[in-house]
C-alpha cells in the first residue's frame, strides 16, 4: 500500500496526442508544445530509428528546430529491436528529466502499443517454449476450442469472462502461460506495476476519404523525395530485411521491389493499400479507450486540444 504524504501534489497528467498516420499529428503538436513550452516525446516505434526519415515521416530539421524532440533517430537499425516495453521505461525517465527542467513533456505518436505500455504498462509475462504452444495447437485439433476455453475457465475464471470464446489464439495465449508456469495470466496483470504518470489523450482523426487521400498523396511523396534510395541504404546494412523495422508498411513493399518480386505499379498500390489498412487498425484500437477525446484534425487548434482534455497551459 502506498504511504500518502501530507500536502503533496500529485503529479500533473501528461498531455497526449494520437492518431492515424497521415492524420496531421505533426503540425497540431508543434503548436501545442510551442504554446506550453514543452519538449516532445515521439511514440512512433520506427521514427526512432536513424536510417528510416522518408518512409516514416519524420518531422523536418526544421521542425524538430522548433521544438525538442525525444526518440527521433535516437538507434540503429543495426542495433537491438527497441520494445515497446524499453521504450515505456525509456520515456518515463525522460519525462521526469523534462519536468525537472522546468518544462513539459507532451507525447505523441501512432505506435499502439509504445502508447500502451506508456500509459498503462506492460505485464512481465515470462517466455513460453514452442513446445507448450504445439501441444496446445494439437489438442485444439482433437478436443475442439470449447474443451480449451472450459479450462481455461477453470484454470483462469478471470481472465475467461474477458476472453470470446471464438478467439482460440488468446485462449491458447493464457493456457500456454498456465501450463508453463503454473499461475493464471491473470496473475502476471494483477503485478504489473502501476504507470508513474497519468495521462489525458487526444486523438485526431479525420473524414475517412480525406484521411486516406493524405495517405496516398504521402506514399507519392515519399517515393519523390528519394525513398527507394533510402531503403537501398538500408539493404546494405547488416539488418535482417525480414524483421521489423524493415518488414513494416512502407519498407517491405519498396523491399519487395528492389529484389524484383513485384514492379513499381504493384509497389505503389501495396503501399497506399497497407497504409490505409494500417490507419483503420489504428483508430480501432484507439476507440478502445474510453477517455480518449476525439477531435476532428482539419478543424483542432491548440486552443481546442486544451479545453477538450481540461488543460491548462499554465500546468507544470
Known amino acids: 500500500m502506498k504511504t500518502c504524504v501530507p500536502h503533496e501534489e500529485p503529479d500533473p497528467p501528461v498531455l497526449t496526442i494520437v492518431g492515424p498516420t497521415a492524420v496531421g499529428k505533426t503540425t497540431l503538436s508543434l503548436n501545442v508544445a510551442e504554446q506550453l513550452d514543452a519538449e516532445i516525446i515521439s511514440a512512433d516505434s520506427r521514427q526512432v530509428y536513424s536510417e528510416l526519415t522518408i518512409g516514416t515521416a519524420k518531422p523536418s530539421e526544421e521542425e524538430q528546430s522548433r521544438v525538442p524532440h525525444h526518440f527521433i533517430g535516437e538507434r540503429s537499425v543495426e542495433g537491438p529491436p527497441f520494445s515497446a516495453g524499453a521504450f515505456a521505461d525509456a520515456a518515463n525517465a525522460r519525462i521526469r528529466d523534462i519536468r525537472s527542467r522546468g518544462r513539459q513533456a507532451i507525447v505523441v505518436g501512432g505506435s499502439t502499443l509504445y502508447v500502451h505500455a506508456l500509459q498503462e504498462g506492460l505485464a512481465d509475462i515470462?517466455?513460453?517454449?514452442?513446445?507448450?504452444?504445439?501441444?496446445?495447437?494439437?489438442?485444439?485439433?482433437?478436443?475442439?476450442?470449447?474443451?480449451?476455453?472450459?479450462?481455461?475457465?477453470r484454470v483462469d475464471p478471470r481472465q475467461a469472462e474477458k476472453n470470446d470464446p471464438t478467439k482460440t489464439h488468446r485462449v491458447i495465449r493464457a493456457l500456454e502461460v498456465y501450463h508453463h508456469t503454473g499461475k493464471p495470466l491473470t496473475h502476471y496483470y494483477d503485478q504489473q506495476p502501476e504507470p508513474p504518470f497519468s495521462y489525458r489523450t487526444v486523438v485526431l482523426n479525420r473524414e475517412r476519404s480525406a484521411l486516406y487521400d493524405r495517405i496516398n498523396r504521402r506514399v507519392d511523396r515519399m517515393l519523390e523525395d528519394g525513398l527507394l534510395d533510402e531503403?537501398?541504404?538500408?539493404?546494405?546494412l547488416d539488418v535482417d530485411l525480414d524483421e521489423a523495422p524493415m518488414s513494416t508498411i512502407g519498407y517491405r513493399e519498396p523491399i519487395q521491389f528492389l529484389r524484383g518480386e513485384i514492379d513499381r505499379e504493384e509497389m505503389v498500390r501495396l503501399v497506399k493499400r497497407n497504409s490505409r489498412r494500417y490507419a483503420k487498425r489504428q483508430l480501432t484500437w484507439f476507440r478502445r479507450y474510453d477517455d480518449y477525446i476525439w477531435l476532428q484534425a482539419d478543424e483542432a487548434a491548440p486552443a481546442d486540444v486544451f479545453?477538450?482534455?481540461?488543460?491548462?497551459?499554465?500546468?507544470?
Do not use: C, I
Open 231 to 236: 531503403v537501398r541504404s538500408v539493404m546494405m
Open 126 to 153: 515470462p517466455d513460453v517454449p514452442q513446445r507448450v504452444r504445439d501441444r496446445l495447437e494439437e489438442r485444439l485439433e482433437e478436443e475442439g476450442q470449447k474443451a480449451l476455453y472450459e479450462e481455461l475457465r
Open 307 to 316: 479545453a477538450a482534455v481540461d488543460f491548462s497551459v499554465g500546468t507544470a
